[in-house]
């Protein structure tokens, strides 16, 4: 059983364009929210994160929006550059004190310089 | 500073043969988690230990099992490997345990191929 989704397994954008990727989650118990990035034969890094009290954390090019209610989430690069491209996790954890990570299956995101 | 390291990177094994998987934290950290990754899915949680103890268990068969060091280190051991176990195994570690902002930081993984 999925609780975190990522329905679009790839993206391309053109460098300097915005970069929007999406994520699903259906557990209303989790209560922060990860975004990692990897890199073929590297594990993932951690991006950027976000608190289920905030809808908006912003770090840089990136921002995650966060909404709660539809249980959804969303990382923007702005602008868009050539080494963005990698595949991004989008991953979340529950509010019972364990911080394991429930993760989504990936997008692989292509910037075309 | 160091990160999260594993060894081996490669490892080749044949059906029903036993694997061990190493992993250091990174300096400080004391929680230890692991997680495998099949091709074409996200990481999946297989543990979590933190001061020695198991903390957390995901959805795996008593195949699977774990420690921790005194030194914080870690080991994964998988008994009776079938190909379905083929799979990237990645170490990650955080300061603590139990508080849920706390971020995961990854090794680089150690890729298994079951034949």
């Known amino acids: 059983d999925q609780q975190v989704k990522q329905n679009s397994p790839s993206l391309s954008v053109q460098e300097g364009r915005i970069s929007i990727l999406n994520c699903d989650y259906t557990n209303s118990m989790f209560d922060y929210f990860l975004w990692y990035k990897k890199y073929p034969a590297e594990g993932p890094t951690f991006l950027i994160s976000i608190s289920s009290i905030k809808d908006k954390n912003e770090d840089g090019r990136f921002t995650v929006f966060l909404n709660k209610s539809a249980k959804h989430l969303s990382l923007h690069i702005v602008p868009s550059q050539p080494g963005d491209s990698a595949v991004y996790f989008c991953a979340a954890s529950g509010g019972d004190g364990a911080n394991n990570l429930f993760f989504g299956t990936g997008t692989r995101l292509t910037v075309i310089p | 500073d160091a990160g999260v390291t594993q060894s081996p990177t490669h490892l080749i094994k044949t059906r029903g043969q036993q694997v061990t998987l190493r992993c250091s934290p990174i300096?400080?950290?004391?929680?230890v988690s692991w997680y495998q990754q099949v091709l074409g899915q996200g990481p999946q949680f297989i543990f979590q230990?933190?001061?020695?103890?198991?903390?957390g268990r995901g959805n795996f068969p008593d195949r699977f099992s774990a420690r921790q060091f005194p030194n914080y280190s870690s080991e994964l051991n998988v008994n009776a490997l079938l190909l379905g176990d083929s799979a990237l195994y990645l170490c990650?570690?955080?300061?603590?345990?139990?508080?849920?902002?706390?971020?995961?930081?990854f090794g680089s993984g150690t890729q298994l191929s079951v034949l």
């Open positions: 990650a570690s955080s300061l603590v345990w139990g508080e849920t902002n706390e971020k995961l930081f």
């Open positions: 300096s400080g950290h004391k929680s």
């Open positions: 230990y933190y001061e020695k103890e198991e903390r």
